[in-house]
């Protein structure tokens, strides 16, 4: 067990709906991560956040948005959804945000858009 | 940009043998952490080794050790002993040392398979 939180596990939606994916992480950590697994772009960095600021932007779609609250949980938004959305989606912690910061990753919520 | 490679997408090994995994990244960075997780079929991904890039000693944790060479470039990791649990996908990752944030980078991983 990482220490990280995300919650839920499974999410099945339409298309066109939006969902909220919701991330703690580990006590003491800062730096909130956001990472999407599919089978065709494998893993990739979607945003980052540390200590309720953006600090990092990856390839994240516009209709995808997130924020890091004041209690350093993060959630993560997805609209207008579409069948390629259909990811297992990671969330991260780390320290502080160095290179040297090991990012300890939450068991994923696997979203189905159908 | 960064890019990190591994050119083994499946691997057997024989239960209790040493296995060793290729990665090779390409960066321009001259400070970079280069970092090791394991994805069993259950989805988490677990964190196993992390090297710096001045780390003059290769990283060892337990049965993992990062073989680094930085002149070519590459960090495989080496796992002792196999054993049945340690079937799973394996990815090699890079972060960047700069302000502009700590994402990682991952290759595409390869799936090891441990054969009794």
């Known amino acids: 067990d990482s220490g990280v939180t995300q919650t839920p596990k499974h999410l099945i939606t339409a298309t066109g709906q939006r969902v909220t994916l919701r991330c703690s992480p580990r006590?003491?950590?800062?730096?909130v991560y956001w990472y999407q697994q599919s089978l065709d772009q494998g893993l990739q960095f979607l945003i980052q956040?540390?200590?309720?600021?953006?600090?990092a932007k990856g390839n994240i779609l516009e209709r995808f948005s997130a924020q890091q609250f004041p209690d350093l949980h993060s959630e993560l938004n997805l609209s207008s959804l579409e069948l390629g959305d259909s990811a297992l989606y990671f969330c991260?912690?780390?320290?502080?945000?160095?290179?040297?910061?090991?990012?300890?990753f939450g068991p994923g919520t696997r979203l189905t858009v159908l | 940009a960064q890019k990190i490679t591994q050119t083994q997408p499946g691997m057997f090994v024989q239960e209790k043998e040493a296995v060793t995994l290729d990665c090779t990244y390409d960066?321009?960075?001259?400070?970079?952490?280069l970092f090791w997780y394991k994805q069993p079929s259950s989805g988490e991904m677990i964190f196993l080794i992390y090297?710096?890039?001045?780390?003059?000693q290769n990283a060892t944790e337990g049965r993992y050790s990062l073989n680094f060479q930085k002149a070519r470039k590459s960090a495989n990791l080496v796992i002792s002993a196999s054993q049945l649990g340690d079937s799973a996908m394996y990815f090699c990752a890079m972060s960047r040392y700069n302000n502009a944030g700590n994402m990682l980078t991952f290759g595409g991983g390869t799936r090891l398979m441990v054969k009794p």
């Open positions: 960066t321009s960075d001259q400070s970079y952490g």
């Open positions: 956040y540390y200590n309720g600021e953006e600090r």
């Open positions: 991260a912690s780390s320290v502080v945000d160095r290179g040297t910061d090991t990012q300890y």
């Open positions: 090297q710096g890039s001045y780390d003059e």
């Open positions: 006590s003491g950590d800062l730096s």
